[in-house]
């Protein structure tokens, strides 16, 4: 018998052997996308912090005044007495700015996917149909509810419909991501909207990447796809990353958001967000609406790094999001590539198994309206310095 702690420093060991040990990196400051590391001015293409939103004085203000007014934490969960005027108002800023029903706001995107497959999906007479490369969250939610699970290779609607023609049941959900956030590509989603009417399936869109930035007003995939409350019945938009704050919006029909207030585990049993919280994410979300320049730059960085890395024939993945995947495929050689570009100063991640499949790494480039043309120009020279082309 191997004692518990020598096997898990064996898995460890294991881990790191396989050049698939994770490190954090503890930033000493952040503003954007310059950040301090050991006292080293850094420049960081990993935050999703998408329009640079999390170090706006408005939402600085906003978080400050909530705290003052409300205190910091929120005291008990929504259905006992967490729940505030500020979290009501937000979550119909939200539903009318994504023009459905109704919205409720739950701790973050990841215990939104959680709380939303399991509340709807509560018998074993239940089908969830996923994408292969959905977020961990989708699932881990899949995982936790009693409904047959079938992932469906990645963007292949030929696959998902043989899938919805073979499974038949009385309830049915088709869960996707509307970005990808390991690759940057989009989904098909007026096709996914097809399938899911034709077969009376639910679609659940995961907008995590697209929500605040995409689409003239920056609604995310549905404004871009021009896709309504019938087309897209369940909407999750975290706000982790374009709007700079935190917790995550659910938006979608009256009947399916009282489902989640009365069933969702994830959002009953948990302490709600803080008040302060909540006036700070409208605060970000009125900027959103008012000031579209930051969603016009960051298109015209994306358009501008696409150039440069195509020009220097870097190896990126087909995606036109603020997302921009460079393929590498060996893990420990984009290990070494992260390594290298750090000690120029430029923080980049390695993403790599199980994050992505085996010999498929990729070095992650994460665009921001916080980026200049120099900025693009250093990372791009360094890449094609480092061989990482076709
Ligand atoms: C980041 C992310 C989540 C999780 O959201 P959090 O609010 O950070 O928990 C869920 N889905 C996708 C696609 C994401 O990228």
Same mark, same amino acid.
């Given at each position: *018998? &191997? +004692?518990?702690?020598?096997?898990?420093?064996?898995?460890? +060991?294991?881990?790191?052997?396989?050049?698939?040990?994770?490190? @954090?990196?503890?930033?000493?400051? /952040?503003?954007?996308?310059?950040?301090?590391?050991?006292?080293?001015?850094?420049?960081?293409?990993?935050?999703?912090?998408?329009?640079?939103?999390?170090?706006?004085?408005?939402?600085?203000?906003?978080?400050? +005044?909530?705290?003052e007014r409300w205190g910091v934490g929120s005291g008990a969960s929504a259905l006992v007495s967490g729940y505030t005027s500020a979290h009501a108002e937000l979550e119909k800023a939200f539903a009318n700015f994504l023009q459905r029903d109704r919205a409720v706001f739950f701790s973050n995107g990841?215990?939104?996917?959680?709380?939303? &497959?399991?509340?709807?999906?509560? /018998?074993?007479?239940?089908?969830?149909?996923?994408?292969? *490369?959905?977020?961990? $969250?989708?699932? =881990?939610?899949?995982?936790?509810?009693?409904?047959?699970?079938?992932?469906? $290779?990645?963007?292949? *609607?030929? #696959?998902?419909?043989?899938?919805?023609? #073979?499974?038949?049941?009385?309830? @049915?959900?088709?869960? /996707?991501?509307? &970005?990808?956030?390991?690759?940057?590509?989009?989904?098909?989603? $007026? #096709?996914?909207?097809?399938?899911?009417?034709?077969? $009376?399936?639910?679609? *659940?869109?995961? =907008?995590? #990447? !697209?929500?605040?930035?995409?689409?003239?007003?920056?609604?995310?995939?549905?404004?871009?796809?021009?896709?309504?409350? /019938?087309?897209?019945?369940?909407?999750?938009?975290?706000? !982790?990353?374009?709007?700079?704050?935190?917790?995550?919006?659910?938006?979608?029909p009256h009947a399916l958001l009282e489902m989640l207030v009365q069933y969702a585990r994830s959002y009953i049993y948990t302490t709600a967000l803080p008040p302060a919280l909540a006036e700070a994410a409208l605060s970000s979300l009125q900027l959103v609406q008012a000031e579209p320049k930051r969603r016009e730059y960051l298109q015209s960085v994306i358009h501008y790094f696409k150039r440069e890395a195509k020009a220097r024939h870097l190896n990126i993945l087909p995606s036109s999001s603020a997302i921009q995947p460079v393929f590498i495929g060996d893990e420990e050689k984009a290990v070494q590539i992260a390594d290298r570009l750090f000690r120029d100063n430029i923080l980049v991640k390695a993403l790599r198994y199980p994050t992505v499949p085996k010999q498929k790494a990729v070095i992650r480039i994460t665009l921001s309206a916080q980026h200049t043309d120099q900025d693009i120009e250093r990372l791009v020279t360094l890449l094609e310095s480092l061989h990482v082309t076709t």
């Open positions: *018998m &191997i +004692e518990p702690l020598a096997f898990f420093q064996q898995q460890l +060991e294991a881990r790191k052997a396989a050049h698939l040990f994770r490190e @954090r990196t503890p930033l000493e400051n /952040t503003r954007g996308v310059r950040i301090r590391i050991d006292g080293k001015d850094f420049l960081s293409f990993c935050t999703n912090d998408y329009l640079g939103l999390a170090s706006h004085p408005r939402v600085i203000k906003a978080l400050q +005044e909530g705290a990841f215990m939104a996917n959680i709380g939303v &497959i399991n509340a709807l999906l509560q /018998t074993k007479q239940a089908v969830l149909f996923q994408d292969k *490369m959905n977020h961990a $969250s989708l699932l =881990d939610a899949g995982k936790l509810s009693p409904a047959l699970v079938k992932r469906y $290779s990645h963007l292949n *609607m030929h #696959h998902l419909e043989r899938q919805l023609q #073979h499974y038949p049941a009385p309830l @049915r959900i088709i869960a /996707t991501e509307s &970005i990808f956030s390991m690759t940057g590509d989009c989904a098909p989603l $007026s #096709h996914l909207v097809k399938l899911a009417k034709r077969h $009376s399936a639910l679609l *659940m869109v995961d =907008d995590a #990447h !697209g929500i605040g930035y995409l689409g003239a007003n920056g609604k995310g995939c549905t404004e871009v796809f021009e896709l309504n409350q /019938t087309d897209v019945p369940l909407l999750v938009c975290p706000l !982790g990353k374009a709007f700079g704050c935190y917790g995550a919006i659910v938006a979608g």
